[in-house]
């Protein structure tokens, strides 16, 4: 009897396990598609790192904006000594800083050329 307890305790924990991963799983390819389609910054993630990017890799959450593959990901790391498999949740605060800053930076610097282009052509018609 004590057996059968055992056995089901250990079932029920195992499904509350798979019940939250795929919770997580859903909730990062939700955030994921919002960073590619821009309507979240991967640097606001880095900064506010909600509970769905607490233990994702920093390389898979860079790596769902847009352009942005593992050579780029793994050049921008390299650069902030910070390792690629690293979890965003134990990012230490000058890492997360000076990751946001970069990031950022690189996408107020690709926003104000297509700002440029869109102005042009309609100063043009």
């Known amino acids: ?9 250990g079932h029920e924990q195992h499904l509350r396990a798979l019940e939250y991963a795929n919770r997580v799983r859903l909730a990062r390819a939700r955030m994921k598609r919002k960073i590619a389609a821009g309507e979240l910054a991967a640097s606001e993630v880095v900064l ?3 509970w ?3 233990s994702m890799s920093i390389s898979d959450l860079l ?6 593959g593992r050579t780029r990901c793994r050049r921008l790391l390299v650069s902030l000594n910070v ?3 690293k979890p965003v949740g134990t990012l230490t605060e000058r ?4 990751l946001a800053a970069v990031l950022s930076a690189k996408s107020s610097a690709a926003a104000a050329p297509a700002v440029d282009a869109r102005e042009s052509a309609l100063s043009a018609a």
Do not use: I
């Not at 009897?1 to 305790?9: F, Q």
């Open 52 to 54: 769905q990017a607490h």
């Open 1 to 9: 009897m004590g057996e059968s307890a055992t056995v089901s305790a």
């Open 63 to 68: 790596m769902s904006q847009k352009r942005w």
């Open 95 to 98: 890492q997360r800083l000076a």
């Open 48 to 50: 506010s790192c909600p």
């Open 83 to 85: 390792p690629e498999n």
